[in-house]
T-cell receptor, first 113, second 112 residues
Framework: GENVEQHPSTLSVQEGDSAVIKCTYS??????FPWYKQELGKGPQLIID?????GEKKDQRIAVTLNKTAKHFSLHITETQPEDSAVYFC????????????FGTGTRLTIIP | DVKVTQSSRYLVKRTGEKVFLECVQD?????MFWYRQDPGLGLRLIYF???????EKGDIPEGYSVSREKKERFSLILESASTNQTSMYLC???????????FGQGTRLTVV
């Protein structure tokens, strides 16, 4: 089955700086890669996703890049703000996996004011 | 506003008890999921359902069962609770295809 590795497990950045979280996946057939943000006491919420037919997607301060050859994808947050502090999860899904998402182990991002 | 509601935020149960975790969604979604969240392990899929009365095992189904009698409701059952099932349980729902999954707020279960 699919295996997703996520790094780093914790990340602290100064407010205004950029943050990058990286994930690798094992199943070359995977074609859907969402990123979820989990704030304290809440369930995860989708912030951006990318499908395998594109290499990059942006939404304001957030971007995701995908390298299918290397089987890795990354989340980039620019101009970080205190409200970006949360736990972030990457995930991958294969067309042969009945729409199951396999999640990474999470990154706790702390923005230092 | 779309909503996935889990019946309890916190539960404390005794070893050996039968435990029911309930989840209701109001978005008419076909897919529903139960995940378990543990520190350092991320979210792991226990069971999912893509239609009423349909279910499939996820990655860690041992010790759990599920029930989906109505489209909007998906129940997770711990047949005989054990201390290693102490965890945060998250329910989610989505439309068919690779689309956004909406999560509930989670149920923190402690088995003593």
């Amino acid at each position: 089955g699919e295996n997703v590795e996520q790094h780093p497990s914790t990340l602290s950045v100064q407010e205004g700086d950029s943050a990058v979280i990286k994930c690798t996946y094992s199943d070359s057939a995977s074609n859907y890669f969402p990123w979820y943000k989990q704030e304290l006491g809440k369930g995860p919420q989708l912030i951006i996703d990318i499908r395998s037919n594109v290499g990059e997607k942006k939404d304001q301060r957030i971007a995701v890049t995908l390298n299918k050859t290397a089987k890795h994808f990354s989340l980039h947050i620019t101009e970080t703000q205190p409200e970006d502090s949360a736990v972030y999860f990457c995930a991958a899904s294969s067309p042969f996996g009945n729409e199951k998402l396999t999640f990474g182990t999470g990154t706790r991002l702390t923005i230092i004011p | 506003d779309v909503k996935v509601t889990q019946s309890s935020r916190y539960l404390v149960k005794r070893t050996g008890e039968k435990v029911f975790l309930e989840c209701v969604q109001d978005m008419d979604h076909e897919n529903m999921f139960w995940y378990r969240q543990d520190p350092g392990l991320g979210l792991r899929l226990i069971y999912f359902s893509y239609d009423v009365k349909m279910k499939e095992k996820g990655d860690i189904p041992e010790g759990y069962s599920v029930s989906r009698e109505k489209k909007e409701r998906f129940s997770l059952i711990l047949e005989s609770a054990s201390t290693n099932q102490t965890s945060m349980y998250l329910c989610a729902s989505s439309l068919p295809g690779w689309t956004e999954a909406f999560f509930g707020q989670g149920t923190r279960l402690t088995v003593v």
